[in-house]
């Protein structure tokens, strides 16, 4: 999924828990903008985590695409380290001691230490990448249409898939994902909504609607859609 975001930004909200939701109506949230971090207009955001007052963040577009490491508070990209120019960066997601990252279209993803963002390996699969996250257990992989992948996180084996849907069927290009709280957060490509997902049923529990967090100028400026969402558990943000 092609987008980018020009600033990080912190919010809270009243999101529901992990339970078994399957056949309820999903809850509609609204959002509060509680600040706004610097971050670079240029990068084009796919995966996004939140990690000791740092972004991990991976970017896209070819010949342009990168892991870097960048300071919230300043939005200063304090280590970068470039993709090889045929491949355009997705999802990521950090594991235990290794960042792992998609590619769109070339059905790779990379391995990382996280310390020092050196290479360790690469791994296939089978379908475009476009999100990634992780439950402690598995690794969530979205590829643009309605289906969770679950991976493996030793082997980066398949291991399963869910199909995510709401009262009105299929929810189609899912993009990048967060683990929060036992929900699947995604943002949904080319809207300005985040589903909540149960990881049980592929139910979606909830979304929030965050229309108007993109103004004009940034439309205008070369925005693309929302995208990106990290979450730091000790605050809850």
């Known amino acids: 999924g092609s987008s980018a975001v020009d600033s990080a930004t912190s919010a809270r909200s009243a999101a529901p828990t992990g ?3 399957a056949g309820a109506a999903a809850v509609s949230h609204t959002y509060r903008v509680l600040r706004s971090y610097p971050h ?6 796919q995966g996004l985590v939140y990690k000791d007052g740092h972004l991990l963040e991976s970017t896209g577009l070819y010949d342009q695409s990168s892991l870097r490491r960048t300071r919230l508070e300043t939005g200063e990209v304090t280590e970068l380290r470039a993709l090889p120019a045929e491949y355009f960066g997705e999802g990521l997601t950090l594991f235990g001691s290794r960042i792992i990252q998609l590619t769109w279209r070339s059905r790779v993803g990379l391995v990382y230490d996280a310390s020092s963002l050196e290479p360790l390996g ?3 699969y ?3 990448g476009w999100g990634l996250t992780h439950d402690g257990e598995r690794l969530i992989m979205s590829d ?3 289906r969770l992948h679950f991976l493996d996180p030793k082997t980066f084996g398949p291991i399963g898939h869910l199909d995510v849907k709401d009262d009105k069927g299929p929810v189609i290009q899912l993009n990048e994902l967060e683990y929060i709280r036992g929900l699947v957060y995604a943002n949904v ?3 300005d909504l985040i589903v909540m997902i149960s990881p049980k049923t592929g139910q979606v529990v909830g979304s929030a609607d965050l229309a108007g967090l993109l103004t004009g100028a940034d439309l205008a400026g070369g925005v693309d859609v929302l995208n990106g969402i990290a979450y730091d558990p000790e605050t809850d943000r």
Not at 40 to 45: I, P
């Open 144 to 146: 643009g249409s309605a």
């Open 126 to 128: 089978s379908t475009e």
């Open 189 to 191: 490509w080319q809207t």
């Open 122 to 124: 690469t791994f296939p």
């Open 19 to 21: 339970i078994d939701a």
């Open 40 to 45: 670079d207009r240029s990068a084009w955001t």
